[in-house]
């Protein structure tokens, strides 16, 4: 299974998630690709947000290796699934769709009305993004390996 993680700039929350689900599925010897991407083109080629870095290694991820691309219409036939942390996102991706078959593969990460919050502009979020990124990770990985 190919999965794809997006966000806005791919530097905090995508990351987050990638690196998660990456890590929980190697634990639960899954052979997953797991990737993100963001909707935005401004931090293509750099590094997590340091304080993604910081939050995910505190809690035994690395994900210091990860560098930023830029969503494209070519991922929509890549990944078998695109699972965006917000609402905007989530028209991005669909806007850029072009067949009902794409449309299918792309939903929400958490739930079809919970938004994962963008912690960029507030360190203090960076903790409870975390946590929540990681609950819906280990939850992804039981429903997606039934």
């Known amino acids: 299974m ?17 690196g998660i689900l990456r ?3 190697a ?15 401004w931090h293509i ?7 993604s870095i910081a939050i995910a ?7 210091a290796h990860q560098r930023a691309r830029h969503f494209d219409a070519g991922m929509l036939d890549e990944y ?20 009902a078959e794409q449309r299918k593969k792309v939903r929400l990460f958490l739930t079809d009305e919970l ?8 360190d203090n979020l960076f903790d409870p993004v975390f946590l929540t990124i990681e609950e819906r ?3 992804l990985i039981k429903e997606l390996n039934t």
Request: proline letters at 4%; glycine letters at 6%; hydrophobic letters at 40%.
């Open 23 to 25: 890590q929980l599925a």
């Open 80 to 99: 078998d699934l695109i699972l965006v942390m917000d609402k905007k996102n989530l028209r991005d991706v669909l806007n850029i769709a072009s067949s």
């Open 27 to 41: 634990q639960n010897n899954l052979n997953w690709e797991i990737a993100s991407a963001g909707t935005g083109d």
């Open 137 to 139: 990770a280990k939850k």
């Open 115 to 122: 938004e994962v919050t963008d912690p960029y502009f507030d």
């Open 57 to 63: 290694k505190s809690y035994g991820y690395d994900i």
């Open 45 to 51: 080629g750099q590094p997590a947000d340091r304080r």
């Open 2 to 18: 190919k999965i794809l993680m997006v966000c806005l700039g791919n530097i905090c929350r995508s990351p987050l998630a990638e």
